[in-house]
């Protein structure tokens, strides 16, 4: 979504040290205590070794309570271990695969086409951890869908699963033989055919679209996506310089921002004085109070419709089906942290995992 | 809650087919995918066939990743059925038992009067699934007590339970002596006792009667229901011409609104321009994001009280204790799924299940 | 928090009785049916005999159906002995330490100056249950640190336990280096290191300070705290006669209130007339929707950010990392159950539990 230009020169900045800690990790002028960056192979190579310090999260899950398996030792260098991959993904990908990235559209007589397949595909949460997942167009989330309101949008779903689907516009207003749930609105895409939705987008917002059939299984394991609409009068909505789409998944695939987990995520940037729009959808089973360190957040629309007057808070609990538009004045420089506040998503010995990235303000 | 009239007819009209699909299921003019209604009995007996199908919803219910046990010709015909027996339903009824009907009440002396047992139940959730539960009046949930602002009601509860019970007015402002809550605002009530409850109702909106002893079942299992009290002023309200209260439920009974599980829900049927007004109460121990399709959803009350000005929005984050209240605009003609976004509580390889029902706009 | 002028006299008020039921139980003129008061000493005696009744609590926190262990006459009895226990403890403390008490603070320079220490612990929960806890300052909350917006603040952190930590200032906006992400603000406080954080109060508001290392195990555990800041102009937010703290956590220490298991609760005290505030924060990791009986909740404040207009209801959602303020007019004498509506939180055969409290209103 948002630009990357810049992110080379400001992480080279923020190797400037202030300060040395062990193992090499100075202290940036961001007040980012950062990792000498590797290459993805080096980095890929370490997160093998560490691996097994990970596979605790499924404990961290359960609602049973923790109990110390690590020395304070490996914590501190599990979580100062994380931080380095994180950064070293804002560089280069420490994962393959990267989902959420705007669909090619072609404009035939007038309407918006989009091509949507539905895919089994194997999908890397994290370094090492590889999940038998279902995408569209083989990611997840899938791709972003963006067009305006009182646009004509066509989507061919070509269904390469080996079950059969659905496509739901979730917040979309839609003719009923378009909504999506099989028996109730269509037959279901049998496994190899394609299925043509065709409607006029008449209400704007941050919306998704997702699986309707065998969804707790579909929706979970990533067919899922946003489908943003942008207002016909953009004066209708605050202005903003920068756009994050955060996709919240819990469950199958682990706890995923926009298809990975901790330290795969992608940090927010911006630059000091600009405005950050940031979209959350939650595709989950779970609520998600996310959490920004630094800035306050301002709740400006709630499933695309506004809210009046915005709510500033710093914690925004995004329940399943919900999404929040929050707009963050980017006034405080330096890495903050940025995370769902059920800690059981977010921070356990082996250090932050999945809900977690930052906003990195230059 | 709804008047019932045309439904029969609306269910005719609809089956006149647009287009077939296999095993003579027909799409209806208001894109609904009907099957041919079935008697009771038949459904009953098609049920027992696959109640088996339906065994893994436990599984459903704890956060562990899904997994598939389901061909992808099970998967379809497992939801289709599931349509077919809730079509079925709204004819006529696949359960046995109904909660939520109106109670009747006697005025003496000025006084509403209402009588409620508490009573040992078997109570049918879906088709052949029969559990252990307590209900008043011998239903799930228990009748809805009606009145006005300003009224003054008395309610005799007599206790048919092998245990002692309470009932707190959750919502309503009672004298403290009258509060419900065992040893604060008075005795239990043991089994075989008749307790007499009177007060003016101070402040109108969609409230709650419950247990308030040992609660987390006697709740859980049923004794809950829901008490509305309609404004002295009708202006200080916004119009409506249908209503429905969906009391909704999890934990001991499955996950439950009404008392039923899909496919034994009731519809939520309204003709086209019509403006429909939701309660919604949650008496479970989880939240339940009610998401409908096809219109949005204007929240203009909050535990009874005003939320001002209304928020629009297409899902409803009920918490435990919370009511909402919603007006819906029914213009978009067609049957619109109706659920929970928690899909986990909604939808597996099985079909829907749980907290699923559907609005009918004719 | 508030006052405890008349405590004592109001319990002796209370125990005029006006109406007497088994076991030496009577019914006090508040409504509240009070125990005749016992020493510390015999309560915990009592205690003892009866925790094996409470060994339950597990049970209740995983979402199976609950089942019937308890005759009629055993619940009955747990609840009264819960309650009896409950008021004992409001006249002298039923279990060992209290958190939450406010920390002096020393004026160096224009700076206010506070000391923490972080503690490993061993923390009576309820009577009987005591936890491998953590603390700061030995107590579970730790202190309330509270200053005036505007202010120069210097908090000295004595880390004393077995591993590194960090004090992250959850809803202040601090300079970046002070904010306590290990790696990204700062290096880990190590085991017998001390850390000096030092900031200027830019917002106001109901805030949190909790460890952010390994914080599922150490906030959980019990490095939390309160963070109020005062506004710099206090015709800014309403005024309000009293005041109480409410932290909220689960998992590992149990569902506690302020360090403490219904029965070792703190009632919330008022005397009829005076307006009450009440400031929610869940350090937990599950959402607690606060439910007061006998007076609405005004929701003013979210996160410190003015909630405008206030939103009256009875029961408040509280999510993980959030704080609510809420206004409560004391307009109702007696005593008023104020619970978690998520009832496996708080009541079971055993008798209520958990996040459980009163309000009492003289």
Known sequence: MASRVN???FLERALVAVGAISGGVIAASTGFVLAESKTPTEVQAADKDTSDDLSDHAAQMSPAAPHQQHSAEDIDRLHEEGL???LANQESPITAGKGGLPLETETIDGVKVFNLTC????????PGK?????????AVPGPVLR??????VRILVKNNLTESTTVHWHGLYVPNNMDGVPYINQDPIKSGETFTYEFTLRNSGTHMYHSHHNSLDQVNRGLL???IVDPKDPSSYPEYDREYIMVLNDLSLGFTINGKSFPATDAVFANQG???????LNE???????HLHGMPQAVIAKDGWPVNPPQLCDTVDVAPGNRYDVLVEATEPGAWAFHCHVLSHAEGPQGMFGLVTAMIVQ
């Not at 590889?130 to 083989?138: D, E, H």
């Not at 989950?284 to 996310?290: D, E, L, Y």
């Open 84 to 86: 380095k991959k994180f």
């Open 147 to 152: 067009a305006t309101e009182g646009d004509r």
């Open 119 to 126: 895919d089994e595909v194997m999908w890397e949460v994290e």
């Open 274 to 280: 600009e405005r950050v729009l940031i979209r959350y």
């Open 130 to 138: 590889i999940v038998a997942a279902r995408g569209y167009n083989g």
């Open 284 to 290: 989950g089973v779970m609520n998600h109070p996310m």
């Open 225 to 227: 996506g946003a489908f």
């Open 7 to 9: 992110r080379r020169s």
